[in-house]
């Protein structure tokens, strides 16, 4: 089983998003040296706790810094662009480091209304991922009016990041499939059945290939793997309450804070779901997770306000599986 990673830029209490940036590239060499396969970096837009705003270009700093693994997106969110203009960052990515650059997309658009203004779309333009998925291949196929220079004629390897239907759109352009269990995993299993049944062999991928993305934290004990999570259930309790994505914080001050009602249930919440323990404990349940699903690969998240405690995580994941 291959193990990947997401890295979404968190910013942490008291630091800049230029730290954050900056941790996210010594992160990826990090990670490489672990052996992972694949270092994806996320889209976000107007939002105070996340700094990664521009995929493409923090994916080539990333492939800059590193040499062998595999360097992408997860993904672009194609509702906010024009598939020209995303053929060709990507193009100009797989021309300056070839065969190493994923081409990771998805159908969100903007986290509040004011964002989605600000970027020109509304939810609505969801609905056209499809189509513009299409047009985007093409791009790198020569089926446009238009070439799209440097993309034209390259094979730059492409993902549909999804939940529910992008899974169908992922089957009926035959791509790969990114999908997690944000909707709960029996809505997860659904898809994946969905996916499989209904996939379309293409130019780009020949059979059904699905990556399972998961929040995975491992540590010396199970409740110092869980106060891993905490930070980042903190931000999206936050976030649910009161409509602010905020830095991280260190857990001892999340645990310490008082919460309302609302905030205590939205913070129980985000902690359900993902997969925490001793590098055992982890293990066995990645590995259950893995056959209910058929994945080839596991793409990891995790988020946190301790940087060494992460890398911790991440190698005593690795070392599972070398």
Excluded: C
Excluded at 4 to 25: F, K, P, Y
Excluded at 89 to 100: K, T, W
Excluded at 200 to 216: D, I, K, L, M, Q
Excluded at 229 to 256: Q, S, Y
């Amino acid at each position: 089983m291959k193990l990947s990673v997401l890295d979404r830029s968190r910013v942490r209490a008291g630091h800049t998003h230029a730290e954050a940036l900056r941790d996210t590239v010594a992160f990826a060499r990090q990670v490489e040296q672990l052996g992972y396969h694949r270092f994806w970096v996320a889209e976000h837009h107007g939002v105070p706790g996340v700094a990664g705003a521009a995929p493409t270009v923090l994916a080539a700093a990333v492939a800059a810094a590193t040499t062998r693994i595999r360097v992408g997106t997860g993904g672009v969110m194609l509702p906010n662009h024009q598939p020209l203009v995303v053929a060709e960052q990507f193009g100009v990515l797989e021309s300056l480091f070839p065969g190493r650059v994923d081409m990771g997309l998805g159908r969100s658009v903007g986290f509040i209304k004011a964002v989605r203004r600000a970027l020109g779309h509304d939810e609505s333009d969801a609905a056209e991922f499809g189509a513009k998925l299409t047009e985007l291949l093409g791009y790198f196929t020569g089926d446009r009016p238009v070439r799209g220079y440097p993309a034209h004629g390259l094979r730059v390897a492409p993902f549909v990041l999804a939940t529910g239907a992008g899974a169908e759109v992922a089957a009926a352009h035959g791509l790969p499939l990114v999908i997690g269990g944000f909707r709960g995993e029996e809505a997860m299993l659904e898809a994946i059945a969905g996916y499989r049944a209904g996939f379309r062999p293409s130019v780009w991928a020949a059979e059904p290939h699905v990556v399972v993305s998961a929040t995975v934290a491992v540590a010396g004990t199970a409740d110092e793997a869980w106060r891993l999570l905490v930070p980042e259930a903190w931000a999206m309790a936050h976030a649910r309450t009161r409509g602010e994505f905020p830095p991280l914080r260190a857990p001892e001050d999340v645990l310490a804070t008082p919460m309302t009602d609302r905030e205590r249930a939205a913070f129980e919440q985000a902690l359900r779901g993902h997969l925490f323990g001793t590098p055992h404990e982890v293990g066995e349940a990645l590995d259950a997770l893995v056959a209910r699903t058929g994945a080839a690969e596991v793409l990891v998240t995790t988020s946190t306000h301790d940087r060494d405690a992460l890398l911790t995580s991440y190698r005593l994941l690795a070392d599972l599986y070398r």
